[in-house]
């Protein structure tokens, strides 16, 4: 079944505003102007046999491979330092996306919710220079991912709890009634 999406007819344009919080729904301070959204490439396998000419790669369907990503702060703070490695946490990121509907030509504005959980590996403490920022990061381990825009759910991940859905679909649902 085919989802409509409820964003259709908006022009994207730019993300005008965000927020990180944490697991308690604080708001975490100290955040550098850009987070970098993780990249999720399928677990493929090598199809070949008889009747194939050649191979192919075939997707195996809800499986991703590993997947890091860094939480960059403008300094080493106390607000980084809660994200204790080797621990679980729940981050969630809330953001504005300006748009242009298409037909009025009137201004949108979307709201953006983007949960991302997994263990912290790690940390880079950055560098120490007059008059800049000093680049720490955090580095996670990301086992669930969830991507939505007013409601509208574009891709929610949990690879430790079964769970797949893209455009509101859930796509593990006939696998798993399999298995």
Aim: hydrophobic share 40%; charged share 25%.
């Amino acid at each position: 079944m085919k989802t409509k999406s409820l964003l259709e007819g908006l022009i994207p344009e730019v993300i005008s505003n965000f927020n990180m919080y944490d697991s308690n729904a604080s708001r975490v301070f100290g955040l550098s102007e850009e987070i970098e959204m993780p990249e999720w490439n399928s677990i493929t396998s090598e199809i070949s046999g008889a009747g194939i000419l050649g191979t192919y790669s075939a997707d195996i369907v809800g499986h991703y491979e590993d997947v890091d990503m860094d939480i960059p702060f403008k300094s080493l703070c106390g607000d980084m330092i809660k994200f204790v490695p080797g621990r679980f946490h729940m981050i969630t990121f809330r953001a504005n996306m300006q748009s242009t509907v298409q037909k009025t030509h009137e201004k949108a504005n979307t709201g953006i919710k983007v949960v991302v959980g997994g263990t912290v590996k790690g940390f880079k403490t950055g560098k120490l220079k007059i008059g800049d920022k000093m680049d720490a990061s955090l580095k996670m381990n990301v086992t669930y991912f969830k991507y939505e825009q007013d409601g509208f759910v574009f891709f929610e991940l949990d690879k430790i709890n079964p769970k797949l859905i893209v455009n509101n679909e859930d796509i593990l649902a006939p696998i798993l009634a399999n298995c």
